[in-house]
């Protein structure tokens, strides 16, 4: 009776630790990103039972937002983190990272190498806003947090490559659609810099280079000169609604200038499905473009023909005058 039950108990601790390692071998990854928008496109590489959690609550001004203990938390049980590190509450994050308060890997976008840094039209100050609205940049990125991903459960690799590989696909997709985009632009801000110049069009100016300060008399003038003398193709604003967007949106109205709306990074939204947006609206504008020019064309074959009428009428009226 002994021996049984003894052998009943080791069966029943044999049970337990097999149960036990079943559910560690399906505790995902904890990934923590400081932006919605990252944690939108990571979760198109995760494996089931891998997390993704994003810092900054939407509506929320990033650059004053302030890390709260619920964050730090989150932070210490994370196995990756994903940063712009670009803000206050970002650098943070880093010091408690070098301190070793959080064990988590960093991942910081504009340290990854083969990341494309842009310097804003006219100035020498590197861009650090919406940095994978760049294609390339955007594939880089995913590469590097794929691989992270692996190293960190390397049960799920061909998972983690499977969902990288039919991104690249889809991203290679994009590119060859707007392979011959060769446009000028107007900007709002910089946050459109990386989607626009990614995508072919060459923003020559920016309303206000921060987007945070309102634009003064002197920006809109200057801005207003290459919309009347149609020195640009378009202008580009974002979905913030802020004061530049508003302007330029008049500006662009006013002067018959198409506008194109790039969403803003901090927007809930992956990017790929962001940038399809703006492709689907730039297909858009150049339909419009090609109609107004055919409607233009029209309109000079028409004239030419009334002109010759009413010349042959004068020339008629004339000889039976003689």
Known sequence: MVTIRKWLLILLMVTMILTTNSYAEVDGVKVI???????????????????????????????????????????????????????????????????????????????????????????????????????????????????????????????????????????????????????????????????????????????????????TPNDISQVEKLLSTKSVDLVVITGEGSAADDVLRDLALKYSIPVLNVPSPISPGDTLTKIEGVIMQLSNIAKGSHMVEDYHQYISIISLIVMVIILTIILRGISRWR
């Open 33 to 215: 990103t400081t932006f919605q928008y990252l944690a939108d496109d990571v979760k198109n590489l995760l494996c089931e039972g891998d997390e993704v959690h994003s810092l900054v609550p939407p509506g929320v001004d990033p650059h004053d937002y302030m890390l709260t203990p619920k964050d730090v938390e989150l932070l210490k049980h994370a196995d990756l983190i994903i940063s712009t590190a670009h803000t206050h509450f970002e650098a943070r994050i880093s010091e408690l990272v070098s301190e070793g308060e959080v064990r988590a890997k960093l991942i910081e976008i504009p340290k990854i190498p083969g990341i494309n840094l842009r310097y804003i039209a006219n100035t020498n100050i590197i861009n650090y806003h919406a940095i994978t609205y760049d294609l390339n940049n955007y594939l880089t990125f995913m590469h590097t947090i794929s691989g992270e991903l692996t190293i960190l459960r390397p049960e799920c690799k061909s998972i983690y490559l499977e969902k990288l590989k039919n991104i690249s696909n889809d991203v290679e997709k994009l590119k060859n659609i707007t392979t011959h985009i060769n446009l000028v632009a107007v900007g709002s801000t910089p946050l459109i810099q990386y989607a626009t110049e990614g995508l072919g069009i060459k923003v020559v100016k920016y309303l206000v280079v921060d987007h945070e300060v309102p634009p």
